[in-house]
Nanobody, 115 residues
């Protein structure tokens, strides 16, 4: 069974930085996609950044230029470096992996940015 575990979240002041990490264990099949999503109460989960295997990352919205996604397919790990954080970035962040055609999600980790 595949399990994804996020780490690196927490409380930070506006303008600060955090680095999220996610590791997948029990992988089955070829790793085809890695991504980060976030969700705030009352809203749908939204894509922050992601990339298909051997392609360039895609960033959504105002995270462009502030966040950087990277991954290590050999280790089944994905990272999200978040700089110049804003209060609007406050959310629960989830990592997502696709092995073969199957999607797997972490449990989520809280990121809180104070003003």
């Amino acid at each position: 069974q595949v399990q994804l575990v996020e780490s690196g979240g927490g409380l930070v002041e506006a303008g600060g930085s955090l680095r999220l990490s996610c590791v997948a264990s029990g992988s089955i099949g070829r790793l085809n996609y890695m991504g980060w999503y976030r969700q705030v109460p009352g809203k749908q989960r939204e894509l922050v950044a992601g990339f298909l295997r051997d392609t360039s990352p895609v960033y959504v919205g105002d995270v462009k230029g502030r966040f950087t996604i990277s991954g290590d397919t050999a280790k089944n790990m994905v990272y999200l470096q978040m700089n110049s954080l804003e209060p609007e970035d406050t959310a629960v962040y989830y990592c997502n992996f696709r092995f073969g055609r199957d999607d797997y999600w972490g449990r989520g980790i809280q990121v809180t940015v104070s003003s």
